[in-house]
């Protein structure tokens, strides 16, 4: 069965951030992962993970002004210092955390800038970044994400992350490989992931409509996540879901038989 890490974003709505550690311990998830960071002392929450002996599986490069709609920093011609200061600052908080993956946020494509002129700014980018996460022994990740729930995200299918992955030509820049986005942008999910295995460095799930916990919606998880195995997936799978009932995880899908921890 795939390891499962809790989405400190999306999971225990009702709890504060800091107390979502202890309750995803509770539950048993051996990892966790979230959007963002920032809004804390990097030793707080490493203290956190040491306290439940968790695993930090993943977190964002800083999307910016996230109140002021900045999604990401990296396909933004304009704001190349900023985003050369963010690897800096998500470099240093993966290093407290004992982090090896890190996933950089495309952002929103500006209407107005030329799409190629927008790509080869996040190119730049990515190769920048690349290098530094190389030498922290970390993975960068790139993230397609649905056009519904994120309109102007510049990266939205797996087919632009394989045009990227060509044109960039980095060895250290891997997909984070979301089956909630996937599904709303193109379907056909086994098929997919074997097809990008290799680029895969981290899963994400949730179903849909709604993106809630698997068992409520279209995605038949029982099928997908035997075949991850089946695929020889080993990485996380991370549980980036609105739990239906509001509050907690609501895990029951797992001892539902439609996934184990
Ligand atoms: O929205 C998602 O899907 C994510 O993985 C976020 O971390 C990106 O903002
Ligand atoms: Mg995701």
Partial sequence: MPRFSAN?????????FLDRFAAAAADGFAAVEYISPYEHPKETIAALLREHGLTQALFNFPA????AGDRGLACHPARIAEFRASVTRALDYAQALGCTRLNCLAGIAAPDIDHLRLEKTLIDNLAYASERCTAAGVKLLIEPIN?????????ST???AERLFELAGLPNLHLQCDFYHLQIMQGDLVHTFARLKHHIAHIQIADTPGRHEPGTGEINYRFLLSELDRLGYDGWVGC?????SGKGADIGWMAEGVARR
Wanted: proline share 13%; aromatic share 20%; net charge negative.
């Fill in 8 to 16: 400190l974003s999306f999971l225990y709505p009702d709890l504060p």
């Fill in 158 to 160: 797996t087919n632009h």
């Fill in 64 to 67: 910016g002004n996230w109140a």
């Fill in 240 to 244: 980036e879901y609105h739990p239906s």
């Fill in 147 to 155: 056009k519904r729930d994120m309109p102007g995200y510049f990266i």
